[in-house]
């Protein structure tokens, strides 16, 4: 394969974890303690969007609240398996 074509693998401290969720929603509180937990662990940097706030990423994703999106690509909704987030931010 050319090396033009092989992606370097990221380090989970490279990635960056995103929760999008709103105020209020007991399944948002319970994926931010993982993200927190598993982030915190590996590294990887977190962030937390209210979908309140943004008119797109509520027609996006209102009926899958909470979602995690891992670079910007989404990983999970409703519930967060930490050992599935974990590899995916090994890998």
């Given at each position: 394969m050319s090396p033009l074509l092989r992606?370097?693998?990221?380090?989970?401290?490279e990635r960056v974890v995103t929760l999008i969720g709103k105020p209020g929603c007991h399944l948002?509180?319970?994926a931010r303690a993982v993200v927190?937990?598993?982030?915190?662990?590996?590294?990887?940097?977190?962030?937390e969007k209210d979908i309140t706030q943004d008119e797109a990423l509520h027609r996006e994703y209102w009926e899958q609240i909470p979602?995690?999106?891992v670079d910007g690509e989404q990983?999970?909704?409703?519930r967060v398996d930490a050992e599935r987030l974990r590899r995916a931010l090994a890998g």
């Open positions: 992606r370097r693998k990221k380090k989970a401290d948002c509180d319970d927190q937990e598993v982030c915190g662990a590996t590294g990887a940097a977190w962030e979602v995690v999106l990983h999970t909704f409703w």
